[in-house]
Structures are given as C-alpha cells and as structure tokens.
C-alpha cells in the first residue's frame, strides 16, 4: 500500500511568521510531487511541484525535496491570514502503481491557521 | 493551465436517483481523471477518463456505479448511479497538462438524502 502521510493540524502560527508543512511517503519511485492549496468549500489548486532533491522557491514558497529520507515540506514565509486553507502533499507514483497511470496519490492534508 | 468547469455545481437529489456530472476543458487534453472527497477527506481517484475507450476504474470502483464517458480531448461526464446518502460528496474533475501537473475543476457537491 502506497502511502503519503501528512500530520493534519491543525497548524497555528502568527502572521509573519514561517509555517513549515511536512510530508512523507512510502513509494520510493516516486519522481513527481506536488503540494495543493485548498480554501475551506473550494477546489485544490496547485501551488508548488518539485522533481529534483534539494529546495524550490517561489515567491514566498519554498518547497524542499528529499528522496532518501522520503520526504518533502513547503515553507510558507511571511504567513498571512489569507495562507490559512488546507495543504495537500501529492506524490506521483510510480507507473505500475494500482494499474493507473501512474496517478497521483494525496495526504490527508494539514489544516493551516495564520492568526492575525 | 487549462480553464476547468463543471455542471451542476451542486444539486441535491434523491435516494435511487442518478446524477450525470459534466466537465468541461478549454483546450485539449490526454488525460481527464474523476475524483472524489468525502466530507473532512482527501481526494480519492475515482476514475482515469479515456478518451474514445472505456474509463480506467480504481479499486472499489466499479462502471455500473460510476459510468464515465469521453467523448473527446475536451469534454467529460460522470455519471453517479442508484445514489445513497453515502455518495454525498464533492466530485472533481482534474487534468493532467504537459509534465505531471494536474488541475482540478471547481468541483460539484452532490448531498443525497
């Protein structure tokens, strides 16, 4: 059974603050990962993708890759109210994985709270 | 990325009834998938959408539940068959684009009563 594992909040932190969310998974073949933002009664959106070991940044995301420990985070700096949503970890399995082509295998999510 | 719709946007419908999903891409795309969340879950996949062949079924999904058409690169249904309360959810359309990206529809929210 692959697996990816995320601790569910939910995650205070203060405005301004960086808020660090982990993930880890099981299938280590996996190559793609994805983290998703999720507005509570709204659809994910695709905030990050990282492929390669090592750190991503975009605007005030950071993601960080580590294959041989099977994990990855997204650092959030200079949190705002508005981050406070839902964060999905997403890990492309492999290609054989459950006869799919090799779809995406989703966390339960960590709920994220920025407190003004 | 692809602009993503979906009808209806929520309905609530009976016991026994059956409701047929539509999603809609802007442009064309390889692959169209099916999923679903449960009230407080993550998404689980329902169905990878083939075009011009029958729809690929993830384990505890089965066609005669969740039929599945793909009639073209653009257009998608799913259809939620002899409904129970248990099928009350969220059903998201998603699309994969160049790479592994995927994209995900604004969702219908189904409540069965």
């Known amino acids: 059974q692959k697996e990816v594992e995320q601790n569910s909040g939910p995650l205070s932190v203060p405005e301004g603050a960086i808020a660090s969310l982990n993930c880890t998974y099981s299938?280590?073949?996996?190559?793609?990962f994805f983290w998703y933002r999720q507005y509570s009664g709204k659809s994910p959106e695709l905030i990050m993708s990282?492929?390669?070991?090592g750190d991503k940044e975009d605007g005030r995301f950071t993601a960080q890759l580590n294959k041989a420990s099977q994990y990855v985070s997204l650092l959030i700096r200079d949190s705002q109210p508005s981050d406070s949503a839902t964060y999905l970890c997403?890990?492309?399995?492999?290609?054989?994985?459950?006869?799919?082509?090799?779809?995406?295998?989703f966390g339960k999510g960590t709920k994220l709270s920025v407190k003004p | 990325s692809a602009v993503i719709s979906q009808k209806p946007s929520r309905d609530i419908c009976q016991r026994g009834t059956s409701l047929t999903i539509q999603c809609q891409v802007d442009?064309?795309?390889?692959?169209m998938f099916w999923y679903r969340q449960q009230p407080g879950q993550s998404l689980t996949l329902i169905a990878t959408?083939?075009?011009?062949?029958?729809?690929?079924?993830e384990s505890g999904f089965v066609i005669d539940k969740f039929p599945i058409s793909r009639p073209n690169l653009t257009f998608s249904t799913l259809t939620v068959s002899n409904m129970s309360p248990e099928d009350s959810s969220i059903y998201l359309c998603?699309?994969?684009?160049?790479?592994?990206?995927?994209?995900f529809g604004p969702g219908t929210r189904l409540t069965v009563t």
């Open positions: 997403a890990v492309k399995g492999g290609d054989d994985y459950g006869g799919s082509q090799g779809n995406l295998i």
């Open positions: 990282i492929y390669s070991n």
């Open positions: 998603s699309v994969r684009e160049e790479g592994y990206e995927q994209y």
């Open positions: 299938d280590r073949g996996s190559q793609s």
């Open positions: 442009s064309q795309v390889t692959m």
């Open positions: 959408a083939n075009q011009g062949s029958e729809a690929t079924y």
